[in-house]
């Protein structure tokens, strides 16, 4: 039988349009598998939050801080995030020391607080801290044995509650300080460096840190990388491996220098010269009166030494609404009479000299806040900061309680005196100039979180802060998946061009297509 003319050109151009749909289907079927298993590989897996509590038992009150991060991400800087934060009612623990139950009996509320905002079924595994400052260093020179005992009723406390105890004790000055100084650079992101300058650790270049200023109501810290390494002075030097950077830092801490304790050694000095119960001070409004018992008043291991006996049980202080008074009577807190080192603050403490920009915080920026000093970008220069207290003091006390309804009574009858503390801590104390001033920001959070010891403590014992870099990816997920794509697509197309052109498929030989 004769086949039909054309037939077999007609069987040989189906062949190759075969080849090119077979392939083709081929192509898509890999470029969307690629697609799938990069993207489901690499999905992110369903968040894991983690959560910490801190409480920071001040002297004046205490605070109890929630902080929570993403568990994957624990070792990288600036995930933790403050999510709550809780006053405790009444005085700071130390002011329980005639009635130590109600120490332990004061943190109920912000304990009931904190497991309302961790989730119940992580209770269990949430670590809980306590850290005493300067109240309870006070407290415990004044009587060890008390301290202790209030110390191990907050103990208690805080083991019979759903979280992890992890201890609460005393800590340093030295630790407060350094703490600091860790929350806010954490915070600020001076520890962070880029991805992909990693690879290139000479050229990387890393943020400069920033000083940290702490004003507690019994003592204040300073703490600063100084532009000289060596340090003069053993007991103000630490040193820190974080991120895989290297720092010496500067810190010091002054007890009894917190305001409300300077306020006691300054009324302790007046009353040396003191004939009877009735006290002038600049350093409150015309027309505010307040008692002072005198035994409160010499019960502080800060006033001790000036105790005298005196015939009167009560300190009657009249104000007078005078911020130049005020600033010398201050000032003679600070002995700038000798120095056993090339340079100090004050009291022979050494300090080198100023350096960078600092963040200074807590009382700080309570009061500069309040007197409107702390504006966010920089802060009002010296010169201005000067003539708002001035203005300030002078106002009679009626005139400034009508202003302020909403403020608590001794909180504002005190600015004066704290605004006025604050410029001659920062000008004749630590030696702050007109212009190193315009380096001071007074902040009182960054971004959701509180500026203060608590954070870095916790960043440090549950080891959040690695000395070393952690290898970090050079893309975010989504720049890995194009990459991979794109880069696939491209070797797929080379390959198919290769194929055409080498290995010229009869498809494509003229006369054929
Ligand atoms: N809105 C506010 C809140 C607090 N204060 C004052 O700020 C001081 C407390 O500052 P804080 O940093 O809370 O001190 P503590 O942590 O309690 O004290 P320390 O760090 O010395 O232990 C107290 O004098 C308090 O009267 C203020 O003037 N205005
Ligand atoms: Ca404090």
Known sequence: MDEPKGAKPKMASTKPKMAVLILGFLFVLAVIALITVAVTQNQRLPKNIKYGIVLDAGSSHTNLYVYTWPAEKENDTGVVQQVEVCKVEGPGISGYSQAVQNASRSLQHCLERAQEVVPQQQHQET????????????????????????????????????????????????????????????????????????????????????????????????????????????????HFRLYGKSYNVYTHSFLCYGKDQALRMKLVRDLQNAETARLQDPCFHTGYERNVSIRDLYASPCTANYKQSLAFPQLHVVGSGDYQACQTRIEELFNKTSCPYSKCSFNGIFQPPLQGHFGA??????????????????????????????????????????????????????????????????????????????????????????????????????????AEQPLMRPLSHAGYVGLMVLSSLVLVGALLLGWCIFRKPRCLRKGIV
């Open 361 to 466: 915080f807590s009382a700080f920026y309570f009061v500069m806040n309040f007197l409107n000093l702390s504006a966010d970008s920089s802060p009002a220069p010296l010169n201005s900061a000067i003539s708002t207290m001035k203005n300030f003091c002078s106002r009679p006390w009626s005139e400034v309680k009508a202003a302020y309804p909403q403020v608590k009574e001794k909180y504002l009858s005190e600015y004066c005196f704290s605004g006025t503390y604050i410029i001659s801590l920062l000008k004749t104390g630590y030696e702050f100039s007109l212009e190193t001033w315009q380096q001071i920001q007074f902040l009182g959070k960054i971004g959701s979180s509180d500026a203060g010891w608590t954070l870095g403590y916790m960043l440090n014992l549950t080891n959040m802060i690695p």
């Open 127 to 238: 670590p809980v801290y306590l850290g005493a400052t300067a109240g309870m260093r006070l407290l415990s020179l004044e009587n060890r044995h008390v301290a202790m005992e209030v110390l191990s009723a907050v103990e208690n406390r805080l083991r019979s509650s759903p979280f992890n105890f992890q201890g609460a004790r005393i800590i340093t000055g030295q630790e407060e300080g350094a703490y600091g100084w860790i929350t806010i650079n954490y915070l600020l992101g001076s520890f962070k460096q880029s991805g992909w300058l990693n690879f290139l650790p000479k050229l990387t270049s890393i943020k400069e840190t920033v000083g940290a200023l702490d004003l507690g109501g019994a003592s204040t810290q300073i703490t600063f990388v100084p532009e000289q390494e060596q340090s003069e002075s053993q007991e103000n030097s630490l």
